[in-house]
């Protein structure tokens, strides 16, 4: 049963433009949500988080937003950079013990 | 700062053969955790451990074992292997277990069984 989810497998977006990335979750117990950045042949890289007690929270050209009433949190990259291309994975937990993750949204930035 | 290291970072194995996957966490972190990650999927949870004590394990069957040393150090067994098996194993580490704690990951071990 997958209880995070990301509906889009890719997504291109000319370069300087905003990248808006998508998850939705289905277990209402979820607290603590992240954002991860994976490249080809490296782990994945911890991007951003945001607590269930705020509706968002921005670092940098990193924008994460949550809508708990619809279970839903995204991910906005602005400008969108070449370099940000790769495969981005949103995780969530409860218990700070089990990190539950969607199967990921491939985004190419075209320069 | 060195980061989270995982050893080996490939490996090949045969079925029914058994194997042993290492990980040291970010200087300072006490909590470990392991994933498996196959082509197109996000990790999958198997374990946790804090202070030398399991404290969550996902839908992973028994041949999965794993333990956490003094030094904060792990390593995941896996008896019996199959070719599903497959994949990238990742460990992360963060500095406690517990609520609004980010998991910073290793580049992984590829497992491939033949």
């Known amino acids: 049963d997958q209880q995070v989810k990301q509906n889009s497998p890719s997504l291109s977006v000319q370069e300087g433009r905003i990248s808006i990335l998508n998850c939705d979750y289905t277990?209402?117990?979820?607290?603590?949500f992240l954002w991860y950045k994976k490249y080809p042949a490296e782990g994945p890289t911890f991007l951003i988080s945001i607590s269930s007690i705020k509706d968002k929270n921005e670092d940098g050209r990193f924008t994460v937003f949550l809508n708990k009433s619809a279970k839903h949190l995204s991910l906005h990259i602005v400008p969108s950079q070449p370099g940000d291309s790769a495969v981005y994975f949103c995780a969530a937990t409860s218990t700070g013990n089990q990190f539950y993750f969607g199967t990921g949204t491939s985004l190419t930035v075209i320069p | 700062d060195a980061g989270v290291t995982q050893s080996p970072t490939h490996l090949i194995k045969t079925r029914g053969q058994h194997v042993t996957l290492r990980c040291s966490p970010i200087?300072?972190?006490?909590?470990v955790s392991w994933y498996q990650q196959v082509l197109g999927q996000g990790p999958q949870f198997i374990f946790q451990y804090y202070e030398k004590e399991e404290r969550g394990r996902g839908n992973f069957p028994d041949r999965f074992s794993a333990r956490q040393f003094p030094n904060y150090s792990s390593e995941l067994n896996v008896n019996a292997l199959l070719l599903g098996d497959s994949a990238l194993y990742l460990c992360a580490s963060s500095l406690v277990a517990g609520p609004n704690q980010p998991q910073h990951f290793g580049d992984g071990t590829r497992l491939s069984i033949l």
């Open positions: 200087s300072g972190h006490k909590s």
């Open positions: 277990n209402s117990m979820f607290d603590y």
